[in-house]
Structures are given as C-alpha cells and as structure tokens.
C-alpha cells in the first residue's frame, strides 16, 4: 500500500515541491520561483502529486494554492530529504539508530 503512494516522491522535481510545501501552502508562481522549475513543468509534477492524493489545491483569487495532503506527510520527507545530505557514515549511523530517536 505504501510503494504506490511514494513512487511519485522518486522523481527529483516531485520531491522538491514535496520539500516546498513541507515548509507551507504555495502557490503555482511561488513554486516555480523556489524550485526554478517553468510553469508548465511545475503544472506537470503537481498533477501526479494531486493524483496521488499527496498534495491538494484550494483556488484563492487568481491563483491556485498548493498543499500536502496532511501535517503527518512533512516530517517524514524532511527526514528522508536530511538523510540525503548526509555522509555515507552518518547515513550508517542514523540507520543502525533505534527508530524511536528518529526525528529527536
């Protein structure tokens, strides 16, 4: 059930708006800005994550504003986008960490 919900966060650009609006509600224009993405390719990667139910949209004004699906979405991909920073040592260490300090 959860592979078909996270393979949209395995393309680069998805994951990245994902990231954006971990941080708050944006819109179209603001993610284009903070991705560096043009407006159709940003179009393009919302429309996969709306169809897989991990963002939302709401109309205010003109313009169309962007969201996760829920609160609990953002803290596991920022964590999984920290892990990625990581060294491959501190990549070994997080991951023999007892889960229960993940996120602490």
């Given at each position: 059930m959860l592979a078909p919900?996270?393979?949209p966060l395995s393309d680069e650009n998805r994951l990245m708006i994902v990231l954006t609006l971990a941080t708050g509600a944006c819109s179209n224009?603001?993610?284009q800005e903070t991705t560096g993405l043009s407006q159709a390719l940003v179009s393009h990667?919302?429309?996969?994550l709306r169809e897989a139910q991990l963002i939302s949209v709401r109309a205010e004004g003109r313009s169309n504003i962007y969201e996760l699906c829920c609160e609990?979405?953002?803290?596991?991909?920022?964590w999984l986008a920290h892990l990625a920073t990581l060294t491959p040592e501190g990549q070994k260490a997080c991951c023999t960490a007892p889960l229960a300090t993940i996120g602490h």
């Open positions: 919900l996270l393979k224009k603001k993610l990667h919302v429309a996969a609990q979405l953002a803290t596991p991909v920022q």
